[in-house]
């Protein structure tokens, strides 16, 4: 049966990154005998009319894709693209959740999976300070250090390590009206974490990320990669987390907590995989394409 597919990637953000993403999927499904082509998400109009609502490309008002890949955040799109009965790869919802920290921290506790203690910061509609009152509150649940997280952000962006309480207020204050979360710091986890790419069912690979000069393990603040070999207990906390936000693959970060206990930190339905392939040699995309063909054909 012939197959096409949309791989989808943010206009604003087209990088050399994300392009490589997309070249990765790209050739992984040509290789599977599915016909592709990447568009940014301005490259496409979604037209909402009763009766008569299409999503189309700019350049070309052809038929919508059998299915689409999606390497980016534009859960509006996604969202229609389901709507006129696209399957979309990973799903609004699931997109809608992993980008959200609190969301997932909720459909994690729900289903009682292990997460470092949280707090959900109250919301708030100006900018000045809680009251001192909540904030001792807090200190008094989670202690110091602590993390101070933005519900929004990627690459361990907008994450700060406090160690006082005037610290505290000043990340509280600087935050302003933006959504975030307290949370326990795991010192066990300083500056370390493991990656683990799940497709599905399975966790077909993972790395474990280290840096020496800062708390956050993320490459891209200076990390390094290594692979790390899977055990049963970490594939099924894993996949478990996956399935818990609805996603079908995703990268789950584990915290190495205390008493050798591993602990969820996030997971990114849009994790990056050419730096997992440079390490391990496993590209998570023929396993993508392979998962998508098998979803599409069932």
Do not use: M, W
């Given at each position: 049966m012939n197959c096409f597919g949309w791989i989808i990637i943010n206009g604003?953000?087209?990088t050399d990154k994300f392009l490589d993403y997309a070249d990765m999927i790209k050739d992984a499904a040509a290789?599977?005998?599915?016909?592709?082509?990447?568009?940014?998400?301005?490259?496409?109009?979604?037209l909402l009319c009763p009766k008569k609502s299409t999503v189309s490309s700019i350049?070309?008002?052809g038929k919508l894709p059998d299915f689409a890949f999606f390497i980016d955040?534009?859960?509006?799109?996604?969202?229609?693209?389901?709507?006129?009965?696209?399957?979309?790869?990973?799903?609004?919802?699931?997109?809608?959740?992993?980008d959200d920290k609190i969301y997932t921290y909720q459909m994690l506790e729900k289903q009682q999976l292990p997460i470092p203690n949280t707090i959900i910061a109250p919301k708030k509609y100006h900018a000045e300070n809680l009251s001192s009152c909540y904030i001792q509150k807090v200190i008094d649940y989670l202690g110091f250090p602590m993390i101070v997280k933005e519900t929004f952000g990627s690459f361990g962006e907008q994450v700060h390590l406090v160690h006082n309480k005037e610290k505290l207020t000043?990340?509280?204050?600087?935050?302003?009206?933006?959504?975030?979360?307290?949370?326990t710091y795991i010192e066990e986890s300083r500056g370390r974490d493991i990656r683990v790419q799940?497709?599905?069912?399975?966790?077909?690979?993972a790395v474990e990320r280290q840096n020496g000069q800062d708390f956050r393990a993320n490459v891209t603040n200076g990390g390094k990669m290594l692979p790390f070999t899977?055990?049963?207990?970490?594939?099924?906390?894993a996949v478990a987390a996956v399935k818990a936000i609805g996603a079908d693959f995703a990268g789950v970060d584990l915290l190495f907590g205390p008493n050798n206990e591993w602990l969820?930190?996030?997971?990114?339905?849009?994790?990056?995989?050419?730096?997992?392939?440079e390490c391990t040699g496993i590209n998570a995309a023929d396993h993508m394409i392979a998962y998508i063909k098998k979803e599409l054909f069932q």
């Open positions: 604003s953000i087209a290789k599977q005998g599915i016909n592709t082509i990447c568009l940014k998400n301005d490259d496409l109009i979604t350049s070309n008002n955040k534009d859960i509006y799109l996604a969202r229609q693209l389901e709507r006129l009965g696209v399957r979309v790869f990973n799903s609004s919802k699931a997109i809608e959740i992993s000043s990340v509280i204050s600087l935050i302003g009206q933006r959504p975030f979360l307290f949370q799940v497709i599905g069912d399975q966790a077909i690979t899977i055990n049963d207990k970490i594939e099924k906390l969820i930190c996030e997971i990114n339905a849009n994790a990056h995989i050419r730096n997992l392939y």
